[in-house]
Structures are given as structure tokens and as C-alpha cells.
């Protein structure tokens, strides 16, 4: 079976899909029978195959540019896609890399909230994401918040299947700690104690200047000498963030360090008292296992799939009300028992999150797509 992989939408390999599509291909079952091939930007050609060696390429000539790709899927994929002769064809960035129509089975991979997406407001746009996920074969869908938000936007909820992301255990778990009081990690040097947020500056709804405001009350509060490290890159919300920051009594204990290395993010949980994850959109929730499984408690928020994903082993806040903001920032570092009681549960919970078994069940829902068309 000849199975294509569309890796336009990932951020080549930089963003939180491009992450997810190199994690998924690297775990995916060998099988004599089943023929992965991917396809997207020259740019990518070495991308997500460097590690894997077993995958073909087939480059698509095309300006690299999310509105020249976008035009390409409503229009040109799908004769693509039939010329290449797959019989199957997954579509890694979303509906907003996805054809309008499809002569052969179609999944798309669903890892952002679609409500939110700021495509919807043009109608055109808008209309064509809807068409891609009305007309595919099946959706996978990476929290039931994401299924359920579709399910409200009129898409079929019986073609939406949740398959939750993985964590790679073998890079996230408890790190032995540094000697001294400053982490040292290149180019950065962060001074401990530490509260950690690794989000990118996206928009208001990750909240990080609520999070900035609940941090200085916490400050004021307790006196304690925890800096607030939020590492993430610089979006569209990026300059409304440092003014926050600058603006704060404690601006001198706020770190932003722009982006950072996916790889040494483990060596940045472990050494956190804390990881903090206020967003109230998340419909993924990544960083909140990832920090589990580093062995650090988690406080987040009430809202988006952070519930669905962190269970019972968070301490839950609402990032809007400041007072309730703060008091949780110093439940999690001053009180002993909740945290011996959450890194417990939360090593034990991501036990159950693996991208082995996330690339198996893609898979399965790849096959069972073709005995469904």
C-alpha cells in the first residue's frame, strides 16, 4: 500500500506540528506492505526523513508561503495525489493544508482548535477549511476538545477519531540537577528557583500577561525568590508581552528567551519548582505532560483540553482572576504534600502517553480508511 505523507503546514519541522509529524514518522510500524511516501516544499526534502531513511520524498514546486501552499491544496492536490498514485493520503498540517476534493481516501490531522483559527474570518478561506474536513474520509483529532469543537463548528462527529499526541520518554524525564544556582544551558543561563511557561507569544488567549500579573502578586505576596522563565518564540502577541513584563515591579525576575531548543526543554522542566500553563485554547496540552514526565508539578488552567489531558494530576486555577492566579503559584512551590502528590500522579499518568502507540493507532485509522472508500 502506497500511503502519502503531506508535510506542507508543519513550520518545517519547527513548530509544534512540524514536532508531531517528525515524532509520528520515527515510530511508525514496519511493515513490508505498507509504502510511506511524503511530500511537500523543496525546503523540507532532508527535514523529516534524516532520521528515518526509509521514506521517499517527491518535491512540490511551489512559492514557499502559507497562502501559495493553501491555494494549492484547494486547487491542484488532489490531482497531485491521484498522479502519484496513493492510495491513501494523510494530511499533517490540518485542514488548512487539505484538498476541497478527493478522488482517493483522505485523513486529516486536526491539532489546533479550527474555531480559532484566523482563516475563518475570511470567507473563502473559511469556506474551504470546512469543505476539506466535510469531505475527507476521516479526522484525527488530538483531544476530545478539538472533536468536540469541530463536532460545534457542523462536521461529522462520527468520521472524528481522538488519537492523543505522544511524549518522547527517552528525552523527557527527571534530570539530574545542576550544581549551583544557575542552569546553563546554551546560549541561556537561567538563575534558580524558577517557574517555567513554554508557550509560544502567540495571543491573548496562552495568557501570559495574566500570568505576568499573577506572578508579580505572587512576588508580592510571599517575598520568595522565584524568577518567571517564559520560553517560547516571538509571535504576533510577542510585543504586548514584553511591555507587560517591563511594566511589572518584578520585570528584573521575568526571563522571556524567545525560542527554544525543543531538545533542552527537558533539562529547563527539571530544574523548574514548577511548570505554569495558563492558556485557555490548548487542544493539545503537550507541555503539561512533558513537565510531568520531568518529575515537576504542574498548575494550569481550567479551560481547553488541559482538564482531558492532565486528569487529576494538576492544580487547576483560572487564569483570569489574578488573586485565584497567585495563590496557586504559591500552592505549588511552598506546599510540600501537593507536590509530592502531583509529580507522584504525573509520572505515573504520561506513563500512558507514547508516540509508539500514537504512530500505531495513526496508522490503524490510515488503513481502515481505505476499507471504508
Known amino acids: 500500500m502506497k500511503i502519502g505523507i503531506d508535510t506542507f503546514g508543519c513550520g518545517h519541522g519547527q513548530s509544534g506540528v512540524g514536532l508531531y509529524l517528525m515524532s509520528l514518522i520515527a515510530n511508525f510500524p514496519k511493515d513490508d506492505n505498507l509504502h510511506f511516501h511524503l511530500f511537500g516544499s523543496k525546503i523540507d526534502k532532508y527535514t523529516y526523513i534524516s532520521k528515518t531513511g526509509n521514506f521517499s520524498y517527491t518535491?512540490?514546486?511551489?512559492?514557499?508561503?502559507?497562502v501559495?501552499?493553501?491555494?494549492?491544496?484547494?486547487?491542484?492536490?488532489?490531482?497531485?495525489?491521484?498522479?502519484?498514485?496513493?492510495?491513501?493520503?494523510?494530511?499533517?498540517?490540518?485542514?488548512?493544508?487539505?484538498?476541497?476534493s478527493y478522488k482517493k481516501?483522505?485523513?486529516?490531522?486536526?491539532?489546533?482548535?479550527?474555531?480559532?483559527?484566523?482563516?475563518?474570518?475570511?470567507?473563502?478561506?473559511?469556506?474551504?477549511?470546512?469543505?476539506?474536513?466535510?469531505?475527507?474520509?476521516?479526522?484525527?483529532?488530538?483531544?476530545?476538545?478539538?472533536?468536540?469543537?469541530?463536532?460545534?463548528?457542523?462536521?461529522?462527529?462520527?468520521?472524528?477519531?481522538?488519537?492523543?499526541?505522544?511524549?518522547?520518554?527517552?528525552?523527557?524525564?527527571?534530570?539530574?540537577?545542576?550544581?549551583?544556582?544557575?542552569?546553563?544551558?546554551?546560549?541561556?543561563a537561567i538563575k534558580k528557583p524558577y517557574l517555567i511557561y513554554a508557550s509560544r507569544l502567540q495571543n491573548h488567549l496562552k495568557k501570559h500577561i495574566e500570568l505576568i500579573q499573577a506572578f508579580s502578586l505572587f512576588k508580592e505576596k510571599t517575598g520568595l525568590p522565584h524568577r518567571l522563565v517564559l520560553a517560547g518564540s516571538a509571535d504576533s502577541y510577542s510585543q504586548q508581552v514584553h511591555e507587560a513584563s517591563a511594566a511589572s515591579p518584578y520585570a528584573s525576575d521575568i526571563f522571556l528567551t524567545g525560542y527554544f531548543p525543543h531538545e533542552h526543554l527537558p533539562q529547563l522542566y527539571s530544574n523548574a519548582d514548577a511548570c505554569i500553563v495558563p492558556s485557555v485554547n490548548e487542544g493539545v496540552g503537550l507541555p503539561v505532560l512533558e513537565a510531568m514526565a520531568c518529575g515537576i508539578p504542574v498548575a494550569c488552567s481550567k479551560e481547553g483540553a488541559l482538564p482531558e489531558i492532565a486528569g487529576s494530576h494538576a492544580l487547576y486555577f483560572d487564569p483570569d482572576n489574578v488573586e485565584e492566579s497567585a495563590t496557586a503559584l504559591e500552592r505549588i512551590v511552598t506546599d510540600k504534600e501537593l507536590r509530592s502528590k502531583l509529580v507522584e500522579g504525573g509520572l505515573d499518568w504520561t506513563r500512558r502517553f507514547s508516540w509508539e502507540r500514537t504512530a500505531t493507532r495513526t496508522v490503524e485509522m490510515i488503513l481502515s480508511a481505505t476499507k471504508n472508500s
Open 59 to 66: 518535491t512540490v514546486s511551489i512559492p514557499d508561503s502559507a
Open 105 to 188: 481516501p483522505g485523513i486529516i490531522m486536526v491539532n489546533d482548535v479550527v474555531s480559532e483559527l484566523p482563516e475563518l474570518k475570511n470567507a473563502l478561506q473559511g469556506l474551504q477549511i470546512k469543505t476539506a474536513l466535510n469531505k475527507c474520509t476521516k479526522i484525527i483529532a488530538a483531544s476530545q476538545f478539538i472533536k468536540k469543537d469541530m463536532v460545534h463548528l457542523g462536521i461529522s462527529g462520527d468520521k472524528i477519531h481522538v488519537v492523543h499526541n505522544g511524549i518522547n520518554h527517552s528525552l523527557f524525564y527527571p534530570q539530574a540537577d545542576f550544581e549551583g544556582d544557575i542552569i546553563d544551558i546554551k546560549p541561556f
Open 68 to 100: 501559495a501552499e493553501f491555494l494549492w491544496h484547494s486547487s491542484r492536490c488532489a490531482s497531485f495525489v491521484t498522479k502519484q498514485g496513493y492510495d491513501v493520503t494523510f494530511y499533517a498540517g490540518g485542514p488548512r493544508f487539505a484538498p476541497t
